[in-house]
């Protein structure tokens, strides 16, 4: 018989263990992950944030929250590629996020899941760019702070170019020939990302068109992007694309490994690029697609939001104004050391030393010259429905036009129950 | 067996009856021992599946969107979207197909497995082992490593490396459909991932058929080998298939995590039933009306196809048949 068998437990002593492990238990909870040293005071916040690739940017997010003193703000720093379900499903809980990241949605609006910031930037409104303020902003309120810009375009390694006497293309029709010259044994010509709905914005824009219109109709249905969509499945076929990478485009990693010549990307990335190539690094906008379509770029980026359901939506918002709105060190801090990003507060963007020279101050530019931002009606649902255009006919030789009247009634239905 | 009396030897006296008193706790109520065992996971069942089965129904009667406690009515409007406004049928289709491929094809390596590691004669633990470990692994774990580095369209994935050697060029495993490499990819993880638990299903199965069954039917001339498998081993195994082409259904039409990491959700093309409810109403709709109906019509799916393999294969009946 075992030594621990002979030991005298009875039910009051099992009890007694019991309730000692739920209160162990009860006060290892208590140890949120709130980014200080000890304790803190005022009310308990909670953040939600998807983890950024740039190393640093969780802590920095962590370091933020421990310098606000009102509050005890703890940050969920979501793994993955689940974030906007992690965060959708916490928003129907009692333990939803008081602050959380996300894209400009009027979905989010319409549910009354996030509170008018109107009050908060209306002070500061002129400081930041015009653009994010619209994209932001629904029937004269506005609904998000914008955190950062996330200009995206080629990346490509200017010495493949000058070995294969290839020139920046400024059509769909010279990437193509500039794939194919670029391609090599070991070296593709382009990476588009692993599904190609990293570009499946700037190919309506670059086509002349627009994602929906002014009236909240559907735009991208024209005979341009449809045009473009033959010409992108005769690039996908053509053995001259990177496909089945290791990481996606949001990674500098394929480029950097020599797998491809050219390859989509945000500027968060370039730090990392510079890092391992040096000078021999370049940029370009999406090539116009057809002789109405104009070069673009995607402004992406990411924006807080305050649960407007939550239970401490004062201090949400106290919290989100005292670190998008006052402090701008922090912004500045969040937007050019780690990753490259655009600050969307013009003050801050034209002090920021880091993007005024060399690469970073082209990508500024094209950004200023090429750039098209989110629009807030555009959501969630139709950009599911557009991304199944690109898989059917690009990725799977369907017809395009029958792939965009499919879109056109999966989003037909959606603005019907936005607006009415 | 023969009784016996013990004449003339003094009986001990009966004992005598102890007075009937009331006994507490843990030995002296049945019935609230029963409920002290199974009360906390009926409890557990009710609150974590019945609740749920019930609110999603309730949902399905709804416009749900970004709420789960809605109060507009629609009747079957959800049922209408979501079996004609999107991609659900099609998922449903598609995995009819791939059912129809994965379940026959998991049972047939399974019970060869089970008959391998049954009749060896050495190393028999580690065979077990080796066969069985897999069904430890997560189905994310393995779906990444399929995708990130066996069937890496790459020139450094391991089959792009090894097909490199004979000189064929690398291939596009996931982002090209056609030819549609991405069901080996998806195929050669679910087999390797599943056929070790079915196989021990089976090795129980084997180990349970008498052996007097196969030394009569030796001495009745019967050969070793596919002829007494097929008129001894397969019957006696009745029941045991039976319930494995069960399982089996029903996890090819929940398969979620492996379609999830490897085809992802910007495909038209192998998008599991599951995850077509899960971007409806988890992802990026956000729409748990729309989703609960389809989860409802995913359920009765799954019923009708498991009583209708009831009806032919005799679920419950393998004692019979014995």
């Known amino acids: ?33 709130t980014g200080r040293s000890s304790g803190g005071s005022g009310d308990a916040l909670t953040q939600y944030f998807h983890a950024y690739g740039e190393a640093g940017t969780e802590q920095a997010i962590k370091k933020y929250a421990a310098a606000y003193k009102k509050a005890d703000v703890s940050t969920n720093w979501i793994t993955g590629n689940n974030f906007e379900s992690a965060l959708f499903a916490a928003l129907l809980t009692k333990k939803a996020p008081d602050v959380f990241e996300f894209h400009p949605q009027l979905q989010l609006v319409k549910s009354g899941q996030v509170a008018d910031l109107t009050d908060l930037i209306d002070p500061v409104k002129d400081d930041f760019n015009p653009n994010d303020i619209k994209s932001h902003t629904v029937d004269g309120k506005i609904y998000g702070i914008r955190m950062i810009d996330d200009p995206q375009f080629f990346y490509y390694r200017k010495s493949m170019f000058e070995k294969a006497k290839v020139e920046v293309p400024t059509t769909l029709d010279e990437l193509i020939e500039a794939a194919a010259k670029l391609t090599t044994g070991k070296v593709k010509g382009v990476f588009l990302g692993n599904d190609f709905t990293a570009i499946q914005n700037v190919i309506i824009w670059s086509a002349g068109a627009d994602t929906i219109n002014a009236n909240n109709e559907i735009a991208y249905h024209t005979d341009g992007v449809a045009e473009g969509l033959k ?13 089945d990478a290791p990481t996606d485009f949001w990674d500098p990693s394929s480029l950097n490994q020599g797998l491809c010549a050219m390859q989509w990307g945000g500027m968060w990335s370039m730090p990392a690029m510079q890092q391992a190539l040096g000078d021999d690094l370049g940029i370009f906008p999406f090539p116009k697609i057809g002789s109405a379509g104009k070069q673009s ?39 050019t050391s780690y990753g490259f990003h655009i600050p969307p507060r013009t003050s801050i963007a034209n002090s920021a030393t880091k993007l005024k020279t060399g690469l970073p101050a082209e990508g500024v530019k094209l950004f200023t010259d090429y750039g098209h931002f989110d629009n ?16 059917s006919s690009v990725r799977k030789n369907g017809n395009p036009e029958a792939a965009l009247d499919t879109c056109d009634k999966k989003v037909n239905v ?5 607006f009415g | 067996m023969s009784t016996t009396t013990t004449r003339g030897v003094a009986q001990p006296a009966p004992a005598k009856a102890s007075p009937a008193r009331p006994r507490r706790g843990l030995r002296g109520n049945p019935t609230f021992n029963f409920w002290l065992f199974t009360g906390p996971f009926l409890i557990g069942l009710v609150i974590f599946v019945f609740v749920p089965i019930g609110w999603s ?4 009667f709804f416009d749900a969107r970004y709420t789960v406690t809605p109060s507009h009515f629609i009747g ?34 399974s019970l060869g497995l089970a008959l391998l590691v049954h009749r060896l004669r050495f190393m028999r633990a580690f065979f077990r082992s080796v066969f069985f470990l897999p069904t430890a692994v997560s189905y994310v774990a393995a779906a990444l490593i399929w995708k990130m580095s066996i069937f890496s369209g790459v020139r450094f994935g391991l089959m792009n490396t090894v097909l490199g050697w004979f000189g064929v060029e690398n291939i596009a495993y996931l982002a090209n459909p056609s030819p549609p490499w991405y069901w080996v990819v998806i195929v050669s993880l679910r087999l390797w991932i599943q056929s070790g638990f ?26 070793p080998g596919w002829q007494t498998f097929r008129y001894i081993t397969l019957p006696q195994l009745r029941a045991t298939s039976t319930a494995v082409i069960l399982l089996l259904l029903i996890a090819a039409y929940q398969a979620f995590d492996e379609f999830f990491n490897i085809i992802g959700q910007n495909a038209t093309w192998a998008q599991t039933p599951l995850m077509e409810l899960y971007k409806t109403a988890l992802g990026t709709s956000q729409d748990y009306g729309a989703g609960s109906a389809g989860a409802v019509i995913l359920s009765l799916l799954i019923c009708l196809v498991t009583l209708i393999q009831g009806k032919f294969m005799g679920f419950g009946r393998g004692e019979e048949a014995k």
Not at chain 1, 3 to 32: D, E, F, H, I, K
Not at chain 1, 231 to 243: A, D, K
Not at chain 1, 310 to 329: H, P, T
Not at chain 2, 198 to 223: H, T, V
Request: aromatic share 14%; proline share 2%.
């Open chain 2, 76 to 109: 079957f409007d959800n049922y209408k979207q979501i079996l004609t406004n999107s991609n659900f049928p099609d998922s449903l289709l598609t995995f009819s197909v791939f059912a129809a491929f994965i379940v026959p094809t998991t049972w047939a390596l």
């Open chain 1, 414 to 418: 959606e603005l019907k129950k936005l």
């Open chain 1, 376 to 391: 807030i009606a555009y959501d969630q649902t139709m950009q599911t429905a557009f991304a199944e255009v690109i898989a």
């Open chain 1, 297 to 335: 770029v995607y402004n992406g980026g990411w924006s807080i939001f305050v649960n407007a359901k939550g239970k401490n939506v004062e201090a949400a918002k106290e919290y989100v104004k005292w670190l998008w709105i006052d402090q701008k060190q922090y912004q500045e801090d969040w937007a």
């Open chain 1, 231 to 243: 010409q992108l499945r005769q690039l996908f076929t053509s053995g001259n694309v990177l496909l």
């Open chain 2, 198 to 223: 079915y196989m021990i299903l089976f090795l129980a199965a084997l180990q349970n058929i008498p052996g007097e069954l196969y030394e009569a039917a030796a001495i009745d001339g019967a050969k």
């Open chain 2, 57 to 60: 129904i309730w949902l399905s």
């Open chain 1, 1 to 33: 018989m075992s030594a621990l068998s002979n030991s005298n437990w009875n039910r009051r002593n099992v009890l007694q263990a019991a309730m000692g492990l739920a209160a162990a238990g009860g006060l290892a909870a208590c140890g949120g992950n």
